[in-house]
């Protein structure tokens, strides 16, 4: 059985990386995920103490090898249906990778790689592999997330969730949004933003600028897919993602035995002028 999203999950042990005034602690027993971020002390993360502790709703986590919502868990692969264990309400939600413990592979001051071995079983029945660097360096984190097929072709997308304590400000102007269905579901055709408040997917091509804590952090990364789910008053989640919610169904995108899907996810404290 999935792991219910909404279930308390405790940090566990940390491991914290630091460059400069930057401070990162990882979780990895935690779904791999980062419980905090800091720069000159400052959280920039909604943290596991001030958030209902439930798995879906603190730090900033991996999500692998779906993004988002698996419309009630199901898809056809090469005329085979699947069904994923629903793990929030009627659908599967964000992978299994955030849920499940990683390995630290390698770790230094600033930076450490994990990796993770799929669940070959109702949870997710093709195996594969999943790998993550994070690293610091001069004002800047950056993420590197990958999922690799293991002996069976499989699909495959992935992103970010990152819980943001409330910004004071948020630049975002995507080109296209999904809108969503009855099921809250996205959809297409695609049509024009709206003003929001959001929790919807965008199109995207170009960075995000965010400020918080008194800094201005620029979002960059190679996925297109954003999701932002500002409805929150005490968060915002701005999310890259390598494809729609729901892609599995929507745009899938199928890896042969022993093939990678990378995306990269980069923050950076830039000048306040």
């Not at 419980?35 to 002390?41: E, L």
């Not at 999500?63 to 264990?85: Q, S, T």
């Not at 770790?107 to 994070?134: C, I, K, M, N, Y």
């Not at 789910?229 to 005490?234: K, L, S």
Request: aromatic residues 8%; negative net charge; proline residues 9%.
């Amino acid at each position: 059985m999935a792991s219910d999203a909404t279930a308390p999950l405790a940090p566990g042990p940390l491991l914290t990386l630091t460059h400069g005034t930057l401070a990162v602690d990882v979780a990895p027993q935690a779904g791999g995920r980062l419980a905090q971020i800091r720069r000159g002390g400052t959280p920039l993360l909604v943290d596991h103490a001030a958030a209902s502790d439930a798995a879906i709703a603190w730090g900033s986590y991996p999500m692998v090898p779906w993004a988002g919502r698996i419309r009630h868990g199901r898809f056809v692969l090469d005329g085979v249906a699947h069904v994923l264990p629903a793990n929030l309400g009627d659908h599967a939600i964000h992978g299994v990778g955030f849920v499940l413990p990683w390995t630290v592979v390698t770790q230094g001051d600033a930076h450490v790689d994990l990796s993770l071995t799929l669940p070959e079983d109702a949870r997710w029945p093709f195996g594969g592999t999943a790998r993550q660097r994070l690293e610091l360096n001069a004002d800047a984190l950056r993420m590197t997330l990958s999922v690799t097929a293991g002996a069976r072709a499989m699909p495959a997308s992935l992103g970010w969730h990152p819980w943001f304590r409330k910004p004071e400000r948020l630049d975002f102007s995507p080109g296209a949004m999904y809108p969503r269905d009855r099921d809250g579901i996205a959809v297409r055709p695609l049509v024009a933003p709206n003003r929001g408040p959001w929790d919807d997917c965008f199109v995207n091509r170009q960075q995000v600028m965010m400020r918080a804590g008194g800094a201005r952090i620029r979002l960059t990364s190679d996925c297109d897919h954003w999701v932002v789910f500002d409805e929150p008053e005490h968060a915002t989640c701005i999310e890259p993602q390598s494809g729609p919610p729901d892609a599995f169904n929507l745009a899938p995108v199928l890896l042969s035995p022993g093939e990678t899907l990378e995306r990269w996810f980069l923050m950076e404290w830039v000048s306040s002028r």
